[in-house]
T-cell receptor, first 115, second 116 residues
Framework: KQEVTQIPAALSVPEGENLVLNCSFT??????LQWFRQDPGKGLTSLLL?????REQTSGRLNASLDKSSGRSTLYIAASQPGDSATYLC??????????????FGKGTHLIIQP | DAGVTQSPTHLIKTRGQQVTLRCSPK?????VSWYQQALGQGPQFIFQ???????QRGNFPDRFSGHQFPNYSSELNVNALLLGDSALYLC???????????????FGPGTRLTVL
């Protein structure tokens, strides 16, 4: 059974710092990994998707890496801003031939950026 | 282009009642998944629908059932509600495919269900 763990569970840093969120998964047979952002009481916003054959993806100030063999992914946020405050969730999709697989999520990292 | 939409936004029910939640996928998407997110937890996969059939199911009892319509929209039904069913219910859609952007899941805003 796939298990996804996110460390740290919570993080509070001053504005402008660069930071790293960690995600680990127990079964390396994944199809892809996706990072999401969730604001309080809201749905999920997709940030980055990394296919199993890829090593990293970048979007603006965000960079996500994937090391499938070791079961790890990191989300790097550069020059953090108060608007980055949210819960960040990591999710993996199991490898499948035809596509029928739900995502397995971690519990998230609750991030607060202090002005 | 509207994203994934869900209705209603909030719902209050009592134990033992039945509830139906609705989801319209993002334009061009044909695969719909439902997730339950308890407070402080990550979303848990309930089931996935494709071509009007349940294609995969997570570890949820038969009280949870669903349906997909020819226009790809979907319903989640929960019977005999328990207090523990109180959660944010999220719908996600994607286009069925094997590579590239087709795999990206897009989530709706969710329906907050409270069971009293």
């Amino acid at each position: 059974k796939q298990e996804v763990t996110q460390i740290p569970a919570a993080l509070s840093v001053p504005e402008g710092e660069n930071l790293v969120l960690n995600c680990s998964f127990t079964d390396s047979a994944i199809y892809n990994l996706q990072w999401f952002r969730q604001d309080p009481g809201k749905g999920l916003t997709s940030l980055l998707l990394i296919q199993s054959s890829q090593r990293e993806q970048t979007s603006g100030r965000l960079n996500a890496s994937l090391d499938k063999s070791s079961g790890r992914s990191t989300l790097y946020i550069a020059a953090s801003q108060p608007g980055d405050s949210a819960t960040y969730l990591c999710a993996v999709r199991r490898s499948s031939g035809g596509g029928a697989d739900g995502l397995t999520f971690g519990k998230g990292t609750h991030l607060i950026i202090q002005p | 282009d509207a994203g994934v939409t869900q209705s209603p936004t909030h719902l209050i029910k009592t134990r033992g009642q039945q509830v139906t939640l609705r989801c319209s996928p993002k334009s061009g998407h044909d695969t719909v998944s439902w997730y339950q997110q308890a407070l402080g937890q990550g979303p848990q996969f309930i089931f996935q629908y494709y071509e009007e059939e349940e294609r995969q199911r997570g570890n949820f009892p038969d009280r949870f059932s669903g349906h997909q319509f020819p226009n790809y929209s979907s319903e989640l039904n929960v019977n005999a509600l328990l207090l523990g069913d109180s959660a944010l219910y999220l719908c996600a859609s994607r286009r069925n495919g094997l590579a590239g952007e087709d795999n990206e899941q897009f989530f709706g805003p969710g329906t907050r269900l409270t069971v009293l």
